[in-house]
């Protein structure tokens, strides 16, 4: 039996309120590193509904995406316990407006607290990035790259699978 590859999609909001940007200082393997508000893309659920979703489980802010600032691969080897794992990721980056963080929001399992950061703090905290996709994404929001939403298309069967009748 051959392995197939699977990339793990992922979804990120770039966030930008009077000029700064929120990030998540979480946990890791690796330490305390700095993420944009990201996580994996649920069963179920478009890329939009997945970003809106991770980041009001991750900052309490609710989240409402205004454009796809881009699309990227990636690939990580990380250390592990049990020797090297080699991880691409596939991440849906949105841009997007962020309400007032709700209070008593608990966050996500490892996420220490969001942060309002400068471009230049960001760009500064560098070595604390969980990803290079981190300073990728602010830098290509702040060229002004941004694509309609109705670029990424989620057909209808991601909320309710179709059923394949057997063949007669």
Not at 96 to 125: K, M, N, Y
Request: aromatic letters at 8%; hydrophobic letters at 40%; one cysteine or more.
């Amino acid at each position: 039996m051959t392995h197939r590859w699977k990339p793990h999609v992922t979804v990120a909001a770039v966030i930008e309120r009077d000029g700064r940007f929120l990030l998540v200082e979480e946990r890791t393997a690796e330490g305390l590193q700095l993420n944009n508000p990201a996580g994996h893309l649920d069963p179920g659920e478009s890329p939009a509904e997945g970003c809106i979703r991770e980041v009001l489980e991750e900052t309490a802010h609710p989240f409402t995406p205004e454009a796809l600032v881009g699309i990227y691969l990636s690939r990580s080897v990380r250390e592990r316990a049990h020797g090297p794992e080699d991880i691409t990721y596939l991440r849906f980056a949105f841009c997007g407006a962020a309400g007032q963080a709700i209070d008593g929001w608990v966050l996500d399992h490892g996420i220490v607290r969001a942060v309002w950061l400068t471009p230049d703090e960001v760009r500064a905290s560098r070595d604390r990035h969980r990803s290079p996709l981190v300073l990728q994404c602010m830098e290509d929001y702040l060229r002004g790259q941004r694509y309609p939403l109705e670029l990424v298309q989620t057909d209808a069967s991601v909320w309710a699978p179709r059923t394949t009748l057997p063949k007669s």
